[in-house]
């Protein structure tokens, strides 16, 4: 298998390993009577995974290798937090399918934004007419998802 089919069934199973988490989540929620809790022991959980991952593969981080990072590019974790609790929130109200659509037509969005003005040192790339046409098709899928 080559590096492109392995890189698109890897992100398959992340997707889907996406909308598995958020109704875990929000049984989790329901289960301790508080959103944030749940997201924060998902965060939990998943930082033992990631740190012994990063020890068992390659130790320690060094001091010097973090210190080379600017303070914006530590910010994902708190994005992720919030995607975290929107998930497990919203899954509950819309469903794992329009929660699911939903998070994707934002991905979307911003992918747009983020590929046209080549954002956190991205290579900048146009936005065309397939790349509306799909973001369409998910808003598409959203307003089909609740009938």
Known sequence: MNAYWLALATVLAGGMALAIQ?????????????????????????????????????????????????????????????????????????GVVTMTAMLVAGQLIAAMVIDKTGAFGLPVSDISWQRIAAAVLVGAGVVLSRF
């Open 22 to 94: 958020a109704p875990l989540n929000s049984a989790l929620s329901r289960a301790i009577g508080d959103g944030v809790l749940a997201a924060a022991i998902s965060f939990g959980a998943g930082f033992v995974v990631l740190g012994a991952t990063v020890l068992l593969r390659s130790g320690p981080p060094k001091a010097e290798a973090l210190a080379n990072a600017s303070w914006w590019m530590f910010t994902g974790g708190a994005l992720g937090a919030f995607y975290v609790w929107a998930a497990l929130w919203g899954v509950s109200r819309l």
